[in-house]
């Protein structure tokens, strides 16, 4: 949607809204719950429970491998595929 999840129309309802985690949530229709879900972990209220990278990484792998894959195919490297490769191997080895 490309719009902030929290607005308000002074400072202060900004930010009772970000405190309260007051936002429109997405469309659960429209969006993958993989989306859904990430998003809400990253925007709960306590921030040790929110995740760090890492565990955003995780929660993205499967949608972000696919768009890798599809735009090495497009590049003309053929067919890669995520699961081929380890943490160490070169992207484009």
């Not at 009772?16 to 007051?22: F, L, S």
């Amino acid at each position: 949607t490309l719009r902030d999840p929290f607005s308000g129309s002074n400072p202060l309802s900004v930010a009772r809204k970000i405190v309260e985690c007051d936002y429109e949530h997405l469309d659960t229709s429209r969006y993958s719950e993989m989306l859904l879900n990430t998003l809400s972990r990253c925007l709960t209220v306590q921030p040790e429970q929110r995740p760090d990278i890492q565990e955003v990484s995780q929660l993205i792998a499967a949608a972000l491998c696919g768009q890798l894959e599809a735009f090495l195919r497009s590049a003309g490297h053929g067919q890669w595929h995520c699961q081929d490769r380890t943490p160490e191997a070169p992207l484009l080895g």
